[in-house]
């Protein structure tokens, strides 16, 4: 497709569980961004992508959750021992090159419930 | 954290009227964009408009900016029902990094 995917689409897991989000950008965008968006709230900024390489990850919240993008192109973030403080939509955002004063392109989220 | 505060945190008008939504920031900024997020779907960027703008147009809608006051604001002109949607400010730095203010909740009654 020609937009950002991601998938699962809804996740439900156990407190304790680890769980896995997965986002393809547009193809050929070099930055990509995850953000995590409680109810209500505007997104708030957790890592970013320069091609393979996490120039910045301040806004992970714990070491439980990791990102990684190892070919520049698909990005995985995962989050280790869920709580459910965790619930909440994951959004991923792709853009076109590296500097700042360019659009970002979201996905729909991956929404993530901790019971 | 967020950076910004948008006013009002929601706003309900007719079909047909403006719709006017206010973003305050707090620190010097390069540019600043406004995104739209309809319920359970990603943002949609709208407008860019840089700090050495002041004023920028795209179809029915106007950003202004004033970076003395730290403030923009975002214009829908005769607004649609399709225009419900969420509206929320972002400010980029010299950076890649993107702060989101908490957002407007539109609702345009047909």
């Known amino acids: 497709g020609a937009g950002v995917s991601q998938s699962p689409r809804y996740k439900v897991a156990k407190r304790g569980q680890d769980v896995a989000l997965r986002c393809d950008p547009i193809?050929?965008?070099?930055?990509l961004f995850w953000y995590q968006q409680a109810l209500g709230q505007g997104p708030e900024f957790l890592t970013y992508f320069q091609n393979e390489a996490q120039l910045d990850k301040s806004g992970l919240p714990s070491d439980r959750f990791f990102a990684e993008r190892p070919e520049g192109s698909v990005s995985t973030l995962k989050i280790q021992r869920t709580q459910q403080e965790d619930s909440a939509v994951y959004l991923c955002?792709?853009?076109?090159?590296?500097?700042?004063?360019?659009?970002?392109?979201f996905g729909d989220g991956t929404r993530l419930s901790i019971l | 954290s967020q950076q910004g505060e948008e006013d009002p945190q929601a706003l309900s008008i007719q079909e047909g009227e403006n719709a006017t939504m206010n973003c305050s920031y707090k620190t010097s900024i390069n540019n600043l964009q406004w995104y739209r997020q309809n319920s359970g779907r990603g943002l949609v960027h709208l407008i860019l408009?840089?700090?050495?703008?002041r004023e920028k147009h795209s179809g029915r809608l106007r950003v202004t900016l004033d970076t003395s006051k730290k403030s923009s604001s975002l214009l829908i002109t005769a607004s649609r029902a399709a225009d419900t949607a969420s509206y929320f400010c972002a400010t980029a730095d010299s950076s890649y990094k993107l702060i989101f203010g908490s957002g407007t909740r539109l609702l345009v009654r047909p």
């Open positions: 408009i840089r700090s050495n703008e």
């Open positions: 193809s050929g965008h070099v930055s």
């Open positions: 955002a792709s853009s076109l090159r590296r500097v700042g004063n360019q659009p970002q392109h």
